[in-house]
């Protein structure tokens, strides 16, 4: 529990550093082809941070959960799993609105 624990605030806190400076406009951060036709690239970059940070936050909730041992492992697993798959439909969307598709 505690192994999974550490190793959640560790990624959590990559994907917040990586969403974080995606926000502030390091766009370039995320692949060219993801961005072939998007013109507002400021708006565009505070929308795909925000739904990066989604993820950070969920995998910090899980780690948080996972703390209070083994009887909270799967809740620990399915906030993260939730929290993943809401974060990738929120990064889908960003894609969509912004690219006019994921690729």
Do not use: C
């Not at 192994?3 to 959590?12: D, E, N, P, S, T």
């Not at 990559?14 to 690239?41: L, N």
């Amino acid at each position: 529990m505690l192994v999974y624990a550490i190793l959640m605030f560790l990624v959590a806190a990559v994907f917040a550093i990586v969403s974080v400076a995606i926000y502030k406009g390091k766009t370039d951060w995320i692949h060219d082809y993801h961005q072939t036709k998007v013109t507002d690239k400021s708006a565009y970059g505070k929308a795909f941070g925000k739904a990066l940070s989604v993820m950070a936050g969920a995998m910090a909730l899980s780690g948080v959960i996972a703390l209070f041992g083994e009887p909270a492992m799967w809740g620990a697993i399915a906030v993260w799993m939730i929290g993943f798959a809401v974060g990738v439909i929120a990064i889908v969307r960003v894609q969509k609105k912004y690219n006019g598709g994921v690729f």
